[in-house]
């Protein structure tokens, strides 16, 4: 990264090859600079008061302007449990929030990546997903339904198997985060985790509870089982890789088994549930969870 100076702005240039012509590096002015210094001194005195996240997503917008928010504590042995949000309708929340809390959760490529060790730091959904995430049934509900283009996350580590996700995205215009700001969010995500973990990492953690949780275990366990009264097995392991947002490409890598193969099992999965399309099968996946 290199900080070129002039006499009224500091402009960062951060090179990457995904930049293009027409999105030019992020410029902050000494305006925003103080701004963001003020802000970021303010969240460092709210640390481990209740409004420390409306605080720390104050002073990111110094810098990146964000129009919806959400901290989640995610869990191994439980559903992810919302901590903090802004920038959803009133008039959404219950629908958007809660279809995704009681089960939608099940099928995010974020919290499938979580369960699998991804690691601390800075992630952009396009970095997580699979390869055909974006053209999947669970994209447009949980995703286009909701305002949210394209998110990104803030991962931090607590205890073993807990951490906490800031997720940004813009909810209200539903818009992408340019190249410029994703890589200015991934620059600020040193000072983001230190705070994070000076709020959210307990002095003294309690025991952990390594009890299941009895309806997150049904829930797993159903998308698990969904289809072996018809299905075989590879056609279950195919069948989730599709909810998932797989292609047949990816789903062979995933498998080890051969892109041909994977098209047969999923002709005959659509066959055995009398559907033609992706978003026929989700509809009865949904429906079988919500039974």
């Known amino acids: 990264m290199r900080l070129v100076t002039s006499p009224r702005r500091f402009t960062i240039a951060i090179p990457s090859p995904r930049d293009t012509a027409d999105t030019p590096p992020p410029e902050l002015t000494l305006a925003a600079l103080e701004r963001w210094h003020h802000a970021l001194a303010e969240a460092d005195e709210r640390c481990h008061e209740p409004d420390f996240a409306e605080a720390l997503i104050a002073a990111i917008d110094c810098l990146v302007p964000t129009e919806s928010a959400l901290v989640i504590l995610e869990d191994a042995r439980q559903a992810p449990r919302l901590l903090y949000q802004r920038g959803i309708p009133a008039e959404g929340h219950d629908r958007i929030l ?7 959760y099940l099928l995010d490529p974020f919290c499938l990546a979580v369960d699998q060790g991804l690691a601390e730091g800075f992630h952009h959904l396009g970095e997580i997903a699979p390869d055909d995430f974006f053209h999947s049934e669970y994209y447009r509900v949980y995703y286009l339904e909701a305002g949210a283009v394209e998110d990104c996350y803030f991962l931090l580590d607590l205890a073993p198997g807990q951490r906490i996700s800031l997720c940004l995205y813009h909810g209200l215009s539903a818009t992408p985060f340019t190249r410029p700001e994703l890589e200015t969010l991934r620059a600020l995500a040193p000072m983001i985790l230190n705070l994070g973990h000076r709020h959210w990492q307990p002095a003294d953690p309690p025991p952990i509870d390594a009890s ?7 829930l797993r366990g159903a998308f698990r089982r969904f289809g072996a009264d018809r299905l075989t097995e590879r056609e279950q392991q195919v069948c989730r890789l599709l909810l998932r947002g797989h292609s047949a490409k990816s789903s062979a890598r995933e498998l080890d088994i051969s892109s041909e193969t994977v098209r047969m099992h999923r002709k005959n999965l659509y066959a055995k549930f009398a559907v033609s399309s992706q978003a026929e099968l989700f509809a009865i996946f949904i429906d079988w969870i919500d039974r």
């Open 98 to 104: 809660g279809r995704y809390f009681s089960r939608g």
């Open 212 to 218: 299941p949780n009895p309806l997150t275990d049904l």
